[in-house]
């Protein structure tokens, strides 16, 4: 019986063993897409508890939390900070066989050191105060806390009218360890099917970007401004959070009158909105090309679901689900206006469910031109699925109809700057994989070559693929 958690923990065989612990294990981390508050990073925060860090904005444990009974005062409303950890400590137990019960103990024997201990209700005050007693040293701010993890660059989410002044901040600083990058994420330059919603958002990037928003072409001329802004700040990529591509054909005056509509506050109808939509995510896209930027794609998840929790809370709160939208035709649709006119970008694409694995893979697949290596990525597990089950299918479905030797590794994709073990159970899984086929004699067993591949596919490869001078 193996023990849990051990050094070979997830590494089945000796080959896969050698490959994580002298190959994978001490390579950097390129976080090309997370949601770390850059203002926090800029700042060098201080953590006041183990609550803060580990617990807020985290809706995977909150979900568990009110899986397993815990009354919402105690994972989001105005207990103690002790009251919602021992909350959460006896909550986890209760996750045996869930992902956040291997993440939780990987997160406190790094960087916590805590070791030998399962945290429940009997050792929570111990966990509590061992790690606050942490939290107060230098290399547990949020620097210290990715420098710790090796992570050269951290790449945050952010809307278009953000001021990016923590980036800025940040750079001016001087030769910081970690570099911080934007992410152009013009996820509300769509919402046009709530008006209200939409106009207000509209307002901000008129004035963030100093025109006047009368027309479609005066808001796409906003949006240029903005990208400019974006790009001379560093940015070097866009993500869109998706139900799914919008590949709908229409004409010029079609989607003028939409978007007077929903300016003037009148919501249009499904087809009017699906057409406004389609030729704003292509004039997105155009605008990611020219820049020589990677667009992301992560479609399919059902967002905002229990209106309860979006009214109480807000959205990212843990009212989400899989989605089932149809896919691969309006993303093969989307995707070809651009290759058609040679303006197709770098593009990584994500599915939240697991039924859509190889129907992406073959989708992105399709358009690869030999321009550049792996242009089209079939991106990592997320959200959902980013556990041992949905890794592992999503490098075999990547494997069996793509190449793993160009994929850009794993996302961190988290609120949370502990969230970088993902990165290590990832890695262990892909070295396991590599393991298991080289001793059945199923790939070479060719230590040079396997850990060429994996070096290329936990680091270099995203290194060569984001222009970010790293």
């Not at 063993?17 to 001490?26: F, G, I, K, T």
């Not at 399919?300 to 929790?309: E, V």
Request: proline share 5%.
């Amino acid at each position: 019986m193996n023990p849990f958690l051990d050094e070979d923990f997830l590494l089945e065989t000796r080959t896969a063993a050698a490959l994580y612990h002298e190959v994978a294990r001490d390579l950097p981390i390129l976080d090309y897409h997370c949601h770390l508050p850059p203002d926090q990073i800029a700042g060098n925060h201080r953590f006041r508890s183990l609550t803060e860090i580990w617990l807020e904005g985290d809706h995977y444990k909150w979900r568990a939390m009110r899986a397993g009974g815990v009354p919402e005062r105690l994972i989001t409303g105005d207990a103690s900070d002790w009251d919602k950890f021992e909350a959460w400590a006896r909550t986890v137990p209760a996750t045996l066989r869930n992902p956040l019960y291997h993440w939780t103990h990987m997160e406190l024997r790094r960087p916590f050191g805590i070791t030998g201990t399962l945290l429940d209700g009997t050792t929570a005050r111990f966990v509590y105060d061992r790690g606050n007693e942490m939290l107060q040293r230098d290399d547990f701010t949020t620097q210290g806390l990715l420098r710790q993890f090796k992570v050269v660059a951290v790449c945050s989410t952010d809307d278009p009218v953000d001021s990016l002044e923590p980036h800025l901040a940040h750079a001016r600083a001087g030769s910081p360890a970690v570099r911080l990058f934007p992410t152009w994420r013009p996820d509300q330059a769509l919402g046009v099917e709530d008006p209200a919603a939409f106009n207000k958002w509209v307002d901000r990037l008129a004035a963030a970007a100093n025109v006047h928003v009368a027309s479609l072409g005066s808001f796409l001329d906003a949006l240029r401004k903005r990208h400019t802004f974006f790009h001379d700040a560093g940015c070097r990529a866009s993500d869109h959070g998706l139900e799914q591509a919008y590949a709908d054909d229409y004409s010029e005056a079609e989607v003028r009158d939409a978007f007077d509509q929903v300016r003037a506050g009148r919501r249009p109808d499904g087809s009017a909105a699906r057409k406004l939509k389609s030729a704003l995510l292509h004039e997105l896209a155009l605008l990611d090309h020219a820049r020589g930027w990677v667009q992301q794609f992560h479609l399919g998840a059902l967002r905002n679901i229990n209106t309860r929790l979006l009214r109480q809370l807000g959205p990212n709160t843990g009212g989400d689900s899989m989605g089932d939208f149809e896919q691969a035709r309006p993303l093969g649709r989307f995707l070809d206006g651009l290759d058609r006119t040679d303006q197709l970008a770098r593009t990584i694409v994500y599915n939240s469910n697991p039924r859509d694995n190889e129907l992406m893979a073959t989708v992105v697949g399709s358009f690869n031109d030999g321009s550049v290596p792996g242009k089209m990525q079939y991106g990592a597990a997320w959200w959902f699925l980013d556990q041992v089950d949905g890794m592992e299918k999503q490098i075999e479905a990547l494997s069996n109809v793509g190449l793993l030797s160009r994929f850009v590794g794993m996302v961190t994709d988290s609120r949370s700057f502990l969230s970088y073990p993902r990165h290590e159970y990832f890695r262990r899984l892909l070295c396991n994989i590599l393991g298991r086929d080289a001793e059945k004699g199923l790939i070479p067993a060719d230590r040079e070559m396997l850990g060429r591949l994996v070096r290329d596919v936990c680091f270099e490869n995203a290194r060569a693929y984001f222009p970010l001078g790293l």
